[in-house]
């Protein structure tokens, strides 16, 4: 028998010894290295880099993971939603709920925060998955600005004007302020690398395949013995559970809030929407590329004023056009390369 035959071994069982199945590759395994190299570089951020520094790399981290849960989203389950911002801005009010009214520390209020968020995203689902297509995307708008509303209802957290953050809740998570704005920066960073693990996690398992399948047909999904029901709500509300964890960071950092910000669809929807489409919807690192487009974009043109957000949207016509599969959609199809690859292949030994 040649040694690129298949034979069978003493039980019966296909056997082969000229084919292995992979999931890494040699570039795969060489980004996880630097991967590590680079977290490692920046959990000691706090010691090498300034304050301003540590603001701009939280607030990156931030929408990367807002970026990766949204791509998990509308690039793997087809679910579009335009109302991601409802639950930045729950969170938002979580945290300062939380620890202006029962005492609860900041850092335990952010983890709270994404309890909180998972329970209204499941009493969400069963009215918005009503919902398909543009309608179920007009749904999570029309719930975000409930949320909206709502929480400018609210007098005790100063209405439609919205409070700040008391000075001694501020001063609990850590008397001296440089360790204060590291233990802030380290959460941001731990909860995206929580995000990101959870959607490699999520994209590699069987329910991953099933969150493909849907997006590409619900009926043959379905045929296939597919919960589509469970497997969209499980992803939608693990998303919002996460996300409201990341909108409970960022208006940590922020000291204040309103709803106008909190819920703001420019801020928390629109700009994540822009990062996964020129970085690429659909993959793993289409958000990270996404996200340092835009943050170099941003950096570079803010002061141009509205001119700034009119060049953000010339940009993205042009991606879309010219590059539909977005920045690293068109590096994926020249040079065949995926850093974090999620799928087995078949390799030849």
Request: with cysteine.
């Given at each position: 028998?040649?040694?690129?035959?298949?034979?069978?071994?003493?039980?019966?069982?296909?056997?082969?010894?000229?084919?292995?199945?992979?999931?890494?590759?040699?570039?795969?395994?060489?980004?996880?290295?630097?991967?590590?190299?680079?977290?490692?570089?920046?959990?000691?951020?706090?010691?090498?880099?300034?304050?301003?520094?540590?603001?701009?790399?939280?607030?990156?981290?931030?929408?990367?993971?807002?970026?990766?849960?949204?791509?998990?989203?509308?690039?793997?389950?087809?679910?579009?939603?335009?109302?991601?911002?409802?639950?930045?801005?729950?969170?938002?009010?979580?945290?300062?709920?939380?620890?202006?009214?029962?005492?609860?520390?900041?850092?335990?209020?952010?983890?709270?925060?994404?309890?909180?968020?998972?329970?209204?995203?499941?009493?969400?689902?069963?009215?918005?998955?009503?919902?398909?297509?543009?309608?179920?995307?007009?749904?999570?708008?029309?719930?975000?600005?409930?949320?909206?509303?709502?929480?400018?209802?609210?007098?005790?957290?100063?209405?439609?004007?919205?409070?700040?953050?008391?000075?001694?809740?501020?001063?609990?998570?850590?008397?001296?302020?440089?360790?204060?704005?590291?233990?802030?920066?380290?959460?941001?960073?731990?909860?995206?690398?929580?995000?990101?693990?959870?959607?490699?996690?999520?994209?590699?398992?069987?329910?991953?395949?099933?969150?493909?399948?849907?997006?590409?047909?619900?009926?043959?999904?379905?045929?296939?013995?597919?919960?589509?029901?469970?497997?969209?709500?499980?992803?939608?509300?693990?998303?919002?559970?996460?996300?409201?964890?990341?909108?409970?960071?960022?208006?940590?950092?922020?000291?204040?809030?309103?709803?106008?910000?909190?819920?703001?669809?420019?801020?928390?929807?629109?700009?994540?929407i822009f990062i996964v489409v020129i970085g690429g919807i659909g993959t793993i690192e289409g958000p990270?590329?996404?996200?340092?487009?835009?943050?170099?974009?941003?950096?570079?043109?803010?002061?141009?004023?509205?001119?700034?957000?009119?060049?953000?949207?010339?940009?993205?016509?042009?991606?879309?056009?010219?590059?539909?599969?977005?920045?690293?959609?068109?590096?994926?199809?020249?040079?065949?390369?995926?850093?974090?690859?999620?799928?087995?292949?078949?390799?030849?030994?």
């Amino acid at each position: 028998m040649s040694s690129t035959s298949i034979g069978l071994d003493i039980k019966g069982t296909a056997m082969s010894s000229a084919y292995a199945i992979e999931r890494s590759t040699p570039t795969s395994r060489v980004a996880a290295i630097m991967a590590l190299v680079l977290v490692a570089g920046l959990i000691a951020a706090p010691w090498w880099a300034g304050r301003a520094n540590l603001r701009l790399l939280g607030e990156i981290y931030t929408f990367v993971a807002l970026s990766s849960l949204w791509n998990l989203l509308a690039g793997y389950t087809g679910l579009v939603s335009v109302g991601q911002q409802a639950f930045v801005g729950l969170g938002g009010y979580t945290l300062f709920g939380l620890t202006i009214f029962t005492g609860v520390p900041p850092l335990v209020a952010v983890a709270l925060a994404g309890v909180i968020g998972g329970a209204g995203a499941l009493l969400l689902a069963p009215l918005l998955f009503r919902l398909q297509g543009a309608y179920f995307a007009i749904g999570t708008w029309v719930a975000a600005e409930v949320f909206r509303l709502s929480f400018a209802q609210v007098a005790a957290l100063g209405g439609g004007s919205g409070t700040s953050l008391p000075t001694a809740i501020v001063v609990s998570i850590a008397a001296d302020r440089s360790l204060r704005e590291g233990l802030i920066y380290w959460s941001a960073l731990a909860l995206t690398l929580v995000a990101l693990g959870f959607v490699i996690a999520l994209l590699r398992s069987r329910t991953g395949l099933a969150l493909t399948a849907i997006r590409d047909s619900e009926i043959a999904s379905e045929s296939c013995g597919i919960n589509i029901a469970w497997t969209k709500i499980l992803v939608y509300v693990a998303t919002a559970a996460i996300s409201t964890m990341v909108g409970a960071l960022i208006f940590l950092q922020k000291l204040r809030i309103s709803p106008e910000a909190a819920f703001s669809v420019n801020d928390w929807t629109a700009f994540v929407i822009f990062i996964v489409v020129i970085g690429g919807i659909g993959t793993i690192e289409g958000p990270l590329v996404g996200t340092l487009v835009f943050f170099a974009l941003r950096e570079t043109l803010a002061n141009l004023g509205t001119t700034y957000l009119l060049i953000l949207g010339a940009v993205a016509i042009v991606v879309m056009l010219k590059a539909p599969k977005g920045l690293w959609g068109v590096v994926a199809d020249r040079f065949g390369i995926a850093l974090v690859p999620i799928r087995r292949q078949v390799k030849t030994r």
